[in-house]
């Protein structure tokens, strides 16, 4: 008891309201969601895990631990909440980069990138 008193102090203190269920992080509007909606060309973001990317025709495999450079993002696809980007990657043993693309969720994005 005495725990949630002091924690109802330390709310009322700090002049914010909480609701049981809320994220704090979030709603700070810091975190992977924050970034993911505000990703830009020019970002650069750091692979976490490998995946396939090109499509078809391309397909391409970014290795972790690789670093894209976003050249174009979009937003208007037309597949509900996917966002679809252009990147740029260097080629592994090589000195030059190349294009390719991809489309992806938000759970696609915190499971295979974090920002650099």
Do not use: W
């Not at 509007?29 to 090109?54: C, E, H, P, T």
């Amino acid at each position: 008891m005495k725990y949630i008193r002091y924690m109802k102090l330390i709310r009322e203190h700090i002049n914010e309201k909480f609701q049981e269920e809320s994220d704090p992080i979030e709603d700070l509007g810091i975190g992977s969601k924050y970034i993911y909606d505000n990703l830009k060309q020019g970002d650069m973001l750091r692979v976490k895990k490998s995946f396939m990317a090109g499509g078809k025709l391309t397909p391409v495999n970014i290795k972790e631990s690789a670093i894209i450079r976003i050249s174009d993002i979009s937003r208007d696809f037309p597949i509900k909440d996917k966002t679809t980007i252009s990147f740029e990657y260097e080629v592994p043993n090589k000195n030059y980069f190349c294009m390719s693309g991809i489309h992806f969720n938000f759970n696609f994005f915190v499971k295979h990138f974090e920002i650099v």
